[in-house]
Every structure is written in C-alpha cells, then in structure tokens.
C-alpha cells in the first residue's frame, strides 16, 4: 500500500479513479488488528487503488473530512466521494469487505 506523503499527493490521489484512503496510526491498536488483513484485501480489490494515510502526520487532511476516528476509509472517485466508513470502533474483515463490495457500482 502506498503512503501519503503530502497534502498535495492526497489532492492528485482523490482525482483519479477508485481510490480508497485508509486513515490509521501506529500507535492506534485497532489499526494493528486489521494490517494483518489489509494486504490480502488489497489482492481481493485490486482494481482499486489503496492509499495509507498517517493520521498523525495528516492532522488536516482528517479534520478537512471528518475523520475523527481510525482506523476509517474513505472512497474517492474522479475527485468525488463515493463513500465512507469512519468511526472510532474496532472494523471486522467482514464490515472492510461489505464497505468495500458496495464501492464503485
């Protein structure tokens, strides 16, 4: 999975097509319990494209779209956002796959 690294990258990610943003943190133990899954669903969705983005390190980016809990998704589209999954509770591989199976249709 790619990582961000400017605020200007996150600009050119959201533009292009079917980009999911994942919104995490090192020290967030939720975040740890879905890394395990995260290669293995990037592989089941490969014609999306996956972005990690630091929350720490893109403090703004959050606040700009509401991200106040991780780890959360957020789907982009050709500049519009197609969807989100953001809240502050632990995801199951079966909640990141629905929310993924619903993208792009």
Same mark, same amino acid.
């Given at each position: 999975?790619?990582?961000?690294?400017?605020? /200007?990258?996150?600009?050119?990610? $959201?533009?292009?097509?079917?980009?999911?943003?994942?919104?995490?943190? @090192?020290?967030?133990?939720?975040?740890?319990?879905?890394?395990?899954?995260?290669?293995?669903?990037?592989?089941?969705?490969?014609?999306?494209? #996956?972005?990690?983005?630091?929350?720490?390190?893109? $403090?703004?980016?959050? /606040?700009?779209? @509401?991200? #106040? !809990?991780?780890?959360? #998704?957020?789907? %982009?589209?050709? !500049?519009?956002?197609?969807?989100?999954?953001?809240?502050?509770?632990?995801?199951?591989?079966?909640?990141?796959?629905? %929310?993924?199976? !619903?993208? %792009?249709?």
């Amino acid at each position: 999975m790619e990582q961000l690294q400017s605020q /200007q990258q996150f600009q050119e990610w $959201i533009q292009k097509e079917k980009v999911v943003f994942l919104f995490s943190a @090192d020290w967030c133990p939720d975040c740890r319990v879905i890394e395990p899954i995260i290669p293995e669903l990037e592989e089941k969705y490969s014609n999306y494209h #996956f972005v990690y983005v630091d929350r720490d390190s893109f $403090i703004e980016i959050c /606040q700009e779209n @509401d991200v #106040f !809990g991780i780890p959360s #998704f957020l789907a %982009f589209d050709q !500049g519009k956002e197609v969807d989100r999954f953001v809240s502050k509770d632990r995801k199951t591989k079966e909640e990141i796959e629905n %929310f993924l199976s !619903g993208l %792009f249709q």
